[in-house]
């Protein structure tokens, strides 16, 4: 049982790149989240899929694509890199609305 | 105004000390509460979720006081790996699915 997955750990961008990062949970649960936290500041969610096959956006959306592949993946899209994306992106899951939120490992991203 | 806000600290405590964070939050119709222990440079973690009636985990306990929109956590006989960033969580009311709000963190720096 390996919870909250995250692909890569790190990576390094120029500006203009593209890039996926890819999120799995194997608990089953049916909402999934990705956010962002900058340095020394709070996270911000990014995008938000409450079930299957639903996403919507969160309060940091632009700039932004995401895919609920099936349950179990979701996967954040950054189609033209910018340095203001340089963050740490972390995703996370709970069984429905309302109850705890588990944590992927985080993605550190650098965009030159 | 934020919708959830901490005292961002940091709090630098000797051990064996107790101390307490607040987090307020501006939606009284919310519906769950929950405190979140962050490494650093690591992911969120469930410390533990915060009941009306208030509960207690150990050296920590956390109490809600809806009438005046907080939530508390007192840590007892501080140690030193309870050194940390303590996030406040707070949920929507149902019909909001997935915005949960994070607080931006209190950090709590105990030393021998």
């Known amino acids: 049982n390996a919870g909250v997955t995250q692909t890569p750990k790190f990576q390094v961008l120029k500006t203009g790149q593209s890039m996926t990062l890819q999120c799995a949970q194997d608990m089953n649960h049916n909402s999934m989240y990705w956010y962002r936290q900058d340095p020394g500041m709070g996270l911000r969610l990014i995008y938000y899929s409450a079930s299957e096959g639903t996403t919507d956006k969160g309060e940091v959306p632009n700039g932004y694509n995401v895919s609920r592949l099936n349950k179990r993946e979701f996967s954040l899209r950054l189609e033209s890199a910018a340095p203001s994306q340089t963050s740490v992106y972390f995703c996370?899951?709970?069984?429905?609305?309302?109850?705890?939120?588990?944590f992927g490992p985080g993605t550190r991203l650098l965009v030159l | 105004r934020k919708e959830v806000e901490q005292d961002p600290g940091p709090f630098n405590v000797p051990e064996g000390a107790t101390v307490a964070f607040n987090c307020t939050y501006s939606?009284?119709?919310?519906?769950?509460f929950f405190w979140y222990r962050q490494d650093c440079r690591k992911e969120p973690k469930l410390l533990m979720s915060v009941y009306s009636s208030g509960n207690e985990d150990g050296r920590f306990t956390a109490q809600l006081n809806r009438a005046s929109q907080y939530i508390s956590l007192l840590i007892r006989d501080s140690k030193l790996s309870d050194s940390a960033t303590y996030l406040c969580?707070?949920?929507?009311?149902?019909?909001?699915?997935?915005?949960?709000?994070f607080g931006d963190g209190t950090t709590l720096t105990v030393k021998p």
């Open positions: 939606n009284s119709a919310s519906q769950s």
């Open positions: 996370a899951s709970n069984r429905d609305r309302g109850e705890t939120q588990y």
């Open positions: 969580v707070v949920n929507p009311s149902l019909g909001n699915a997935g915005k949960s709000t």
